[in-house]
């Protein structure tokens, strides 16, 4: 069973921030927080990752709170492009990797 | 770069047939494999993974099996596939543990009738 709770969905509107919630509150010291993202028919697609501080890269920004039990991943300038179910994972190594029903993102014109 | 290939895309088979699910990763070695299964309109289910040739480790009992037999080659099977065996498989790879990142095939669609 996953570990993560999310929304079940979201609406966006473009070229606005995106910003998708996840709970996370049974989390241990050694696990990382995931975030993935699966355009429909495809495979799934990383996004980014962190254990403890706030984590940026090209796609987007994770912020993790300090008791670690939430998340916030942030897409910055939502497109289009970005409409897809969004899953986040808390694991300790790749190997334990549990994908939940995740937040379908809807971003609209 | 690394590539990840897995095939068939679209399988439709009856009830009691075999399944043979094939994936291969180029431009790594000694990669982690992995297989999960997507129901339609639901998560993804880890099946199976592998951290070397021959080392399958099994996450749920079912219907299906896994083998490594060289390096960068994962295949999925079923003997007699039942009709729960229907939905979306994915194939994926790590270099290895704590990279924080699977890379994910292309998917193989399996409806059982």
């Known amino acids: 069973d996953a570990k993560t709770t999310q929304p079940p969905s979201m609406d966006c509107a473009e070229g606005r921030a995106a910003n998708l919630p996840c709970n996370h509150s049974?989390?241990?010291?050694?696990?990382?927080v995931y975030w993935y993202r699966q355009i429909h028919s495809q495979g799934p697609q990383y996004i980014i990752h962190?254990?403890?501080n706030n984590e940026t890269n090209e796609m987007a920004s994770l912020i993790i709170t300090e008791d670690r039990k939430s998340s916030t991943l942030i897409l910055p300038h939502a497109t289009l492009r970005d409409t897809a179910v969004y899953y986040c994972?808390?694991?300790?190594?790749?190997?334990?990797?549990?994908f939940g029903a995740g937040t379908r993102l809807t971003v609209k014109p | 770069s690394q590539t990840i290939h897995q095939w068939p895309a679209t399988l439709v088979q009856p009830v009691g047939s075999p399944l043979s699910l094939e994936c291969t990763v180029e431009?790594?070695?000694?990669?982690?494999l992995y297989w999960y299964r997507q129901a339609a309109g639901r998560g993804l289910q880890l099946l199976f993974y592998?951290?070397?040739?021959?080392?399958i480790s099994s996450e749920v009992p079912q219907n299906l099996s896994a083998s490594r037999p060289q390096d960068r080659q994962f295949i999925l099977s079923s003997k007699k596939l039942l009709l729960s065996d229907s939905g979306f498989y994915l194939c994926?790879?790590?270099?290895?543990?704590?990279?924080?990142?699977?890379?994910f095939g292309e998917g193989s669609r399996l409806t059982v009738l």
């Open positions: 994926a790879w790590s270099g290895g543990l704590d990279t924080g990142e699977l890379f």
């Open positions: 049974t989390i241990s010291g050694n696990e990382y």
């Open positions: 962190g254990l403890k």
């Open positions: 994972i808390v694991s300790y190594n790749n190997n334990d990797m549990r």
């Open positions: 431009g790594t070695s000694n990669p982690n």
């Open positions: 592998s951290v070397g040739i021959g080392q």
